[in-house]
């Protein structure tokens, strides 16, 4: 039986694989005609042409630039109200909704609507980049292909991934973080089930990269030295300084998102109220408009005015803010890198100046500040750093980038309970996984939880002779037979010695199973101590007491 299941299953990993890579393939081309569209309609948007432009911060449309954000932005209303209200958001959580409470199913229209509202924010100066959209149009487009072959909630949860993750290789040739950002924000899991097809997906994904866009890092950068040790203490340092800040955006984000939600109006003209800010801001600043990519690389130079850092940290920000906050479609990516590309600039002008002798490098002061920033406003530690390195090609940003990202992530552990990705479902009273953690009925066997009977006997025949009542092998684990109480809906299963000797040794029963994941979960909070640290803990109470 169980040699039976493994086949099943090994097929089942073949089928989904298949499907994912063959998705990764089509997103990797609806990757490559998003940017093409958003590049058209900033042409036509800016420049009066319907031909590829990569940003708008060369028009020549002086006072009447701040009408161009506020049309898109009425254009992506309308098709929020009468097309689909899935399209507002930056995609990761609205992902994340649909896997928790909707068996991972996202309606078909989103795979077109998404990408075209994405196009028309970004396109007419939206400050947001092309990672968020393609993101939740590659998880809309795994979800919809799941829903229409026949596999289970959880085999389209992995699609979902899979095509989300292989969406945001395509556009950055970042296989390894793709894998990454499923594990930390998508799947919360790590099994071969998983791992396999996202993985296949990614590396598909960044293939169609190498095709499509080429095989420059997508960030380039002159290479940065090694950190020396004063200089590694400064980047966490830094580090720390970040997390507060990703703290705070992330509850601005939401505080706007709460004042809109106080509009005595509609929310379809949200977005272009939103837009009057961007294309306010854009005037004075235009080069806080559109993708942003090339701020990204700009910033990386280590070697820029001061005026255009505090524009790209401060303006960027208020930009991002208050159009993320009105419900327009848009991602988060590009705005933090930039932003915190800006900070860790800074940061770094700042600790040249009070540490000379440190050897801090103004370059990986930005690498790490772009990065710290998603990390800690995120909490995707692992994919903040890898992708970094792959859109970098800088392997010496690794201990710096690990410092500065793990300290900003600690920081973010201990002021935020969300983050900016999980923020708004909680709020929907939908709890969003925060642990990996193992099952821990599937660590045991059933053997070790089973009460024997006097002697074996013969499985005991069913209704009318033919139906079996429900039994369970002593080699199993808890945990299948936790799934096989559910569905028969009983509290204790016979247990078979074996399927070559079919006899009843006894019987596995519901507390059994609860009372020992009751003292599993126990142990994890049961401290123990030496005799010696316990009258230190004593007398250090006693003298907190009398000082009192």
């Known amino acids: 039986m169980q040699y039976f299941c493994a086949m099943i299953n090994h097929r089942?990993?073949?089928?989904?694989?298949?499907?994912a890579l063959f998705n990764a393939i089509l997103i990797g081309f609806i990757a490559k005609g998003l940017v093409y569209l958003i590049e058209c309609i900033t042409g036509l948007a800016f420049y009066g042409k319907f031909t590829p432009m990569t940003g708008p911060s060369g028009h020549h449309l002086g006072g009447l630039v701040v009408l161009v954000p506020i049309l898109g932005g009425l254009i992506v209303g309308v098709m929020a109200r009468f097309g689909s209200t899935a399209?507002?958001?930056?995609?990761?959580?609205?992902?994340?909704?649909?896997?928790?409470?909707?068996d991972s199913k996202i309606p078909w229209p989103i795979t077109f609507l998404k990408p075209i509202s994405a196009a028309i924010s970004i396109g007419t100066g939206g400050p947001f980049g092309a990672e968020g959209p393609i993101i939740a149009t590659g998880g809309a487009f795994g979800s919809v292909t799941g829903q229409i072959a026949h596999i289970s909630a959880e085999e389209r949860k992995v699609l979902l991934a899979a095509g989300a993750c292989a969406g945001m290789s395509a556009i950055f040739g970042s296989p390894l973080a793709g894998v990454l950002l499923a594990i930390e924000l998508l799947l919360f899991e790590f099994s071969a089930r998983s791992i396999i097809p996202v993985g296949l997906a990614c590396a598909t994904g960044?293939?169609?990269?190498?095709?499509?866009?080429?095989?420059?890092?997508?960030?380039?950068?002159?290479?940065?030295?090694?950190?020396?040790?004063?200089a590694l203490a400064a980047y966490t340092g830094a580090g720390v300084v970040i997390g507060l800040i990703a703290t705070g955006i992330t509850w601005t984000v939401y505080a706007v998102e709460d004042a809109f939600e106080h509009l005595p109006i509609h929310w379809m003209w949200w977005p272009a109220i939103g837009a009057v800010v961007v294309g306010v801001v854009?005037?004075?600043a235009p080069y806080t408009m559109g993708v942003g990519y090339d701020n990204i690389r700009t910033l990386l130079t280590g070697n820029i005015p001061l005026t255009l850092i505090l524009g790209l940290c401060l303006l960027k920000y208020l930009s991002w803010v208050i159009s993320l906050g009105s419900g327009t479609s848009g991602g988060t990516l590009a705005p933090l890198f930039t932003i915190g590309g800006a900070l860790g600039l800074l940061l770094g002008l700042g600790m040249v100046r009070l540490f000379p002798s440190a050897g801090i490098n103004l370059e990986t002061c930005a690498l790490i500040g772009m990065a710290a920033l998603f990390a800690g406003a995120s909490r995707a530690l692992l994919t903040a750093i890898v992708f970094s390195l792959e859109t970098t090609g800088q392997m010496h940003g690794l201990l710096p980038l690990l410092g500065a990202c793990t300290a900003a992530y600690f920081v973010s552990f201990f002021f935020m309970k969300g983050s900016i990705m999980t923020e708004k479902i909680l709020r929907r009273g939908v709890a969003a996984p925060d642990a990996y953690e193992p099952d821990l009925l599937q660590g045991v066997l059933v053997r070790q939880l089973f009460t024997p009977s006097a002697a074996p006997q013969a499985l005991p025949v069913g209704i009318d002779g033919l139906i079996p009542p429900p039994s369970v092998y002593a080699t199993d684990n808890a945990?299948?037979?936790?799934r096989l109480m559910g569905s028969a809906g009983t509290d204790q299963l016979h247990v078979l010695e074996s399927e070559k000797d079919p006899r009843v040794i006894g019987v596995l029963t519901a507390s059994s199973l609860l009372h020992y994941y009751a003292a599993q979960k126990g142990r994890e909070e049961t401290y123990h101590s030496p005799l010696a640290t316990r009258k230190w803990l004593v007398r250090g109470r006693k003298m907190i007491h009398h000082r009192k």
């Open 282 to 284: 854009g005037y004075f």
């Open 87 to 102: 399209i507002r958001g930056h995609g990761i959580p609205e992902a994340m909704e649909k896997i928790i409470l909707e």
């Open 206 to 230: 960044a293939a169609m990269h190498l095709l499509l866009f080429g095989s420059e890092p997508v960030f380039a950068m002159a290479a940065i030295p090694l950190p020396s040790p004063s």
């Open 479 to 482: 945990a299948t037979a936790a």
């Open 12 to 19: 089942r990993v073949l089928f989904l694989s298949l499907q």
